[in-house]
């Protein structure tokens, strides 16, 4: 496989763990702060609502990198 950036494998690698990496504390840090919230105000609603909204961040997120994905291979 060529590549044309220049860029070496293991830069490379370590690029899409980082994006890995975030995406995955996108998903899971709103539901624990939610979680924290719920404790703290006695409420049962804003873990769930925290976890839907990181779900749903981290989703347009990885639409976004596919998009991006796509568009430098061409």
């Keep these: 496989m060529v590549r044309d950036s220049g860029v070496s494998p293991i830069g490379e690698a370590m690029v899409w763990v980082s994006r890995i990496m975030a995406i995955g504390m996108t ?4 539901g624990l702060a939610g979680n924290w ?12 609502l925290g976890i839907a909204a990181g779900l749903g961040v981290a989703f347009l997120w990885l639409t976004q990198l596919k998009g991006a994905a796509g568009r430098s291979k061409r």
């Design 27 to 30: 998903m899971f840090l709103p």
């Design 37 to 48: 919230l719920d404790a703290r105000l006695g409420t049962s609603f804003l873990g769930l």
